[in-house]
């Protein structure tokens, strides 16, 4: 899934926490973007392996929960928004394809890296990072969000969602201009990164 897709959810939760509980949206929000956007600066190591953590994302959240019920900490909830984005975005990287740069091809088993099994968890393959599918999620997470939120926080909502437009409109098209050695996106930013700090 997307990286717009993670952080739309993270937002999406944001505005339920936000419903249900008198804390700032805005701090909330901010925390579902980090949160859902957080795993995937391991595209900088080994993506899907060094921050994805779909069981101790969930296991942190599972903990942090009674801790909020007790103590009523606004700084306890935004970490529970950001945990459970997380860890969503952990778990929901096994509904796309592997790592590969072109899911489309189904060749990369690899989803994500369950640190508890110490093993790769195999994709299902429903649908992969910027085709029409995860697209119409992240339009249907921004609409779900922008009804419960307040119109101040819509430019955001509405910026991902172009943002996610046009990644999605270029998904297949990009992979064309990257030589078929780099298998991932992850190795290929890696590269690039390597020779302009040289």
Sequence with gaps: ??????????????????????????????????????PDIDMLLIHRKTLHFPVIYSITFIILLPVYIWSGSALVILLLVGVSAAALHSIMD??????????????DNRAVYNHVTKEWVRPLRVFYD???????????LSAIAAWMLPRRLWPLIVGLVLFSIV?????????????????????????????NSR
């Design 1 to 38: 899934m997307m990286v717009f897709t993670h952080m739309l959810l993270g937002i999406t939760l944001a505005a339920i926490v936000s419903s249900l509980y008198p804390v700032n949206p805005n701090a909330l929000v901010v925390a579902g973007i980090v949160g859902g956007g957080f």
């Design 94 to 107: 096994i509904l796309g394809g592997g790592k590969e740069m072109r899911p489309w091809r189904k060749m």
């Design 130 to 140: 910027g085709s029409i599918p995860d697209l119409t999620l992240a339009i249907l």
């Design 167 to 195: 990644y999605a409109l270029l998904r297949r098209v990009v992979t064309r201009w990257i030589p078929e050695s780099y298998t991932t996106f992850s190795s290929y930013i890696q590269e690039l990164l390597t020779n």
